[in-house]
């Protein structure tokens, strides 16, 4: 454990941030399983619903740098894809 102030102060901010982030990880990958359940029950309307839900929140997180900005577009390209392929 660390002796400084400072230090104790950076690793309680350590683990505020760390939580906060695995939680936003969470429901970013919530919000796509969502989009996947839709598409896998053949669901159109369901699956462009959940897509509107989950494309914000992709860019929201991209743009803050929880996760990488190739991957946010990856994620949009290939769910867009799968429900346009549904008949």
Do not use: C, F, W
Not at 4 to 29: G, P
Not at 57 to 81: E, P, W
């Amino acid at each position: 454990m660390a002796n400084i102030q400072s230090a104790k102060k950076r690793a309680r901010q350590a683990e505020v941030r760390r939580m906060r982030n695995a939680s936003q990880r969470s429901m970013l990958r919530s919000t796509i399983r969502k989009v996947l359940k839709a598409i896998e029950a053949k669901d159109r309307a369901g699956a462009e619903a959940a897509y509107k839900a989950a494309e914000p929140v992709l860019d929201r997180y991209a743009s803050r740098g929880l996760i990488h900005r190739n991957k946010a577009a990856r994620h949009k390209s290939r769910l867009a894809a799968h429900i346009k392929a549904i008949a």
